[in-house]
């Protein structure tokens, strides 16, 4: 069983930057695909980034391409989501989600390990 642990959010201003971090307990993540995926009052979750078992393939949604980055460090068991350029819209709940499959996929079904979420508020 994995544990997947979500920190790093908060209130930033329009144009600037956080960085999430995702802890994993229970068992390694290094034989996990990791994603992040976002949901915004009133709307459904969505993909964000997705980044594969040795870190050497990533996956980004069209719309954070260039803003967003994702990382992993195995031995600290850790994902991380580094977010630049910060809009309004931007404002959600990330979590943190671990599959199986090889794939950096985008689709939900694809994680079978969740956080809590943190909130994320970019004001304007």
């Known amino acids: 069983q994995v544990q997947l642990v979500e920190s790093g959010g908060g209130l930033v201003q329009a144009g600037g930057s956080l960085r999430l971090s995702c802890a994993a307990a229970?068992?390694?993540?290094?034989?996990?695909?990791m994603g992040w995926f976002r949901q915004a009052p009133g709307k459904e979750r969505e993909f964000v980034a997705a980044?594969?078992?040795?870190?050497?393939?990533?996956s980004y949604a069209d719309s954070m391409k260039g803003r967003f980055t994702i990382s992993r460090d195995n031995a600290k068991r850790s994902v991380y989501l580094q977010m630049n350029s910060l809009k309004p819209e931007d404002t959600a709940v990330y979590y943190c989600?671990?599959?199986?499959?090889?794939?950096?996929?985008?689709?939900?079904?694809?994680?079978?390990?969740w956080g809590q979420g943190t909130q994320v508020t970019v004001s304007s």
């Open positions: 980044i594969g078992w040795v870190g050497g393939s990533t």
């Open positions: 229970g068992r390694t993540l290094s034989w996990l695909t």
């Open positions: 989600a671990g599959s199986t499959s090889y794939s950096t996929s985008s689709l939900e079904e694809t994680y079978s390990y």
